[in-house]
């Protein structure tokens, strides 16, 4: 079993900063997927960004390339979500996703191909 705790969420003005940190429980965090995904009122969970298990591919939703910067620290069993030039739209909340096995090339951007999932984290982006 795997758990996932998100932390980091807030109130920020538009064009601001926030950085989550999800951490992870189990010996094997290292070889797993990582995902964030978000989702706001009345909408769909969506997917954010992805990096593989060593940290060496990530994957961004057009919405956020340029402006948000998935990492991890296996060592720490922690993924990272850098938000910056926050928007309003960015307004949702945040939960981390883990893949326990992944073989293809392409990382998962779907929320069925994800296995555990964080309560979530809620982030406000005021205008």
């Known amino acids: 079993q795997v758990q996932l705790v998100e932390s980091g969420g807030g109130l920020v003005q538009a064009g601001g900063s926030l950085r989550l940190s999800c951490a992870g429980s189990?010996?094997?965090?290292?070889?797993?997927?990582m995902g964030w995904f978000r989702q706001a009122p009345g909408k769909e969970r969506e997917f954010v960004a992805a990096i593989s298990w060593s940290g060496l591919k990530t994957s961004y939703a057009d919405s956020v390339k340029g402006r948000f910067t998935i990492s991890r620290d296996n060592a720490k069993s922690t993924v990272y979500l850098q938000m910056n030039s926050l928007k309003p739209e960015d307004t949702a909340v945040y939960y981390c996703a883990a893949k326990t096995t992944w073989n293809s090339i392409t990382l998962p951007t779907i929320t069925q191909e994800y296995d555990y999932w964080g309560q979530g984290t809620q982030v406000t982006v005021s205008s």
């Open positions: 189990g010996r094997t965090f290292g070889s797993y997927v």
